[in-house]
């Protein structure tokens, strides 16, 4: 197994909005068919969606929250 082809990706000249699927350019930051934010590309040449790590961080905050909750819980009460 040889490493080739990993410093040599597809390269893309446009990307897909990932709610309307309208083909954007690669300098595009908001769809203009439908007005929604879009980010750089994935490796496929859809277009991320931006934003959508943060609610995976207030996932782990608001478990870490529950988390301590809980630990709180069940130091404090016998
Ligand atoms: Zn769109």
């Given at each position: 197994m040889t490493a080739q082809g990993s410093s040599t990706p597809t390269k893309i000249y446009s990307k897909k909005c990932?709610?309307?699927s309208t083909i954007l350019s690669l300098?595009?930051?908001?769809?203009?068919?439908?007005?929604r934010k879009v980010g750089d590309p994935d490796k496929h040449g859809i277009a991320i969606v931006p934003g959508k790590w943060k609610s995976y961080v207030y996932l782990a905050i608001a478990l870490g929250i529950l988390g301590g909750w809980f630990y709180v819980w069940k130091v404090y009460l016998p």
């Open positions: 990932p709610y309307c300098a595009d930051t908001t769809c203009h068919a439908c007005r």
